[in-house]
């Protein structure tokens, strides 16, 4: 059974940083592109990063571009979101989620249950 | 404003059938297979449909979806009360290279 479990969310001041953490079980990790994936309170699902099975490949939705980094660690089975310059504008839970293939372009099919950051001084 | 445009709601009673469309663009839902994700209340996403119109296993039949040039559409029949959710449609964007969601529909079962 693919088991995701994020950590490292909470509350930051606006300008901070966090490092969010994905910790995957039931599946060969090094197989499957990992995504992350913002909801921000009320609002819509918001895609955020990807990286592939090797993390040499990463994708980054416009508005995250230079203040977000994904990587992973394969040998400890799990992806990070590295966050810089936080507005409230990025406070939301944040899903980490295994996608169906290799590849960042394939599909989110496995859902952690989310970490919640709050940017707020 | 979401790239893929979902009505914010949708709402039928116990044994009807539902539609929830979603409209895109040449660049996503156009040239790229469409997903549909539910999320119960208070839980996160659940992939429903992948592929246009393929199920998980363990989703109902009853749950069924469609694609056509630039839109796609979540067909629910049969609705019970507890598919009470939102409802998401995601396509990979090759113009934007990442995922792009619908805004997401709320589900009412009356």
């Known amino acids: 059974e693919v088991q995701l479990v994020e950590s490292g969310g909470g509350l930051v001041q606006p300008g901070g940083s966090l490092r969010l953490s994905c910790a995957a079980s039931g599946f060969t990790f090094s197989s499957y592109a990992m995504t992350w994936v913002r909801q921000a309170p009320g609002k819509g699902l918001e895609w955020v990063s990807g990286?592939?099975?090797?993390?040499?490949?990463?994708y980054y939705a416009d508005s995250e571009k230079g203040r977000f980094t994904v990587s992973r660690d394969n040998s400890k089975n799990t992806v990070y979101l590295q966050m810089h310059s936080l507005t409230a504008e990025d406070t939301a839970i944040y899903y980490c989620?295994?996608?169906?293939?290799?590849?960042?372009?394939?599909?989110?099919?496995?859902w952690g249950q989310g970490t919640l950051v709050t940017v707020s001084s | 404003q979401s790239v893929l445009t979902q009505p914010p709601s949708a709402s039928g009673t116990p044994g009807q059938r539902v539609t929830i469309s979603c409209s895109g663009s040449?660049?996503?839902?156009?040239?790229?297979?469409v997903d549909w994700y539910q999320q119960l209340p208070g839980t996160a996403p659940k992939l429903l449909i992948y592929y246009n119109n393929q199920r998980p296993s363990g989703v109902p039949d009853r749950f069924s979806g469609s694609k056509s040039g630039t839109s796609a559409s979540l067909a629910i029949s049969g609705l019970q009360s507890e598919e009470e959710a939102d409802y998401y449609c995601?396509?990979?964007?090759?113009?934007?290279?990442?995922?792009?969601f619908g805004g997401g529909t709320k589900l009412t079962v009356l």
């Open positions: 995601a396509a990979w964007d090759d113009r934007l290279k990442g995922w792009v």
């Open positions: 990286v592939s099975g090797s993390g040499g490949s990463t």
């Open positions: 040449s660049s996503n839902i156009g040239s790229n297979t």
């Open positions: 989620a295994k996608c169906g293939s290799y590849s960042p372009e394939s599909r989110p099919t496995d």
